[in-house]
């Protein structure tokens, strides 16, 4: 498990920055941190599915479970950045929390149930 562990925070970094990055350009164009950062976490979860699925738990490309990995990930982008809108949040920590949280919970959905079945 804690190899698992440090190759799921390896491929983080990397969403991590596309997901931050995508996250400005979108806010500079809607001005909204719901619409962001759900749509800057599609963006890195998809990039996060490819890779997590081959680096990190070594299973296979489906649709099944891309659909389910970025509807689990979506929610929580969502509700994160409309908590940002709502309490006037600075984007920046909007970002923080959402990457925290989704560090974690993106660790434990992964593991437990997207890629449960491939576990070697």
């Given amino acids: ?13 990397g969403n ?13 164009l809607t001005r909204s941190q719901a619409i ?3 749509l800057a976490c599609l963006i890195a979860a998809s990039f996060s599915f490819i890779m997590n699925a081959r680096f990190t738990f070594q299973a296979r490309l489906s649709g099944r479970k891309y659909i389910a990995f970025l509807a689990g ?6 509700s994160t950045g409309l908590a940002g809108d709502l ?3 600075h984007p920046l920590f909007t970002l923080i ?3 925290v949280i989704c560090f974690v919970l993106g ?10 079945s491939d576990a070697p």
């Fill in 107 to 116: 660790f434990l959905y992964s593991s437990y149930f997207v890629f449960r």
């Fill in 16 to 28: 991590t920055l596309v997901h931050w990055l995508c996250f400005a350009v979108l806010l500079h």
């Fill in 97 to 99: 929390i959402f990457s």
């Fill in 73 to 78: 990930m979506a929610g929580i982008s969502f």
């Fill in 36 to 38: 962001s950062n759900l």
């Fill in 87 to 89: 309490c006037a949040l």
């Fill in 1 to 13: 498990m804690q190899a698992k562990f440090f190759r799921y925070a390896v491929v983080g970094c």
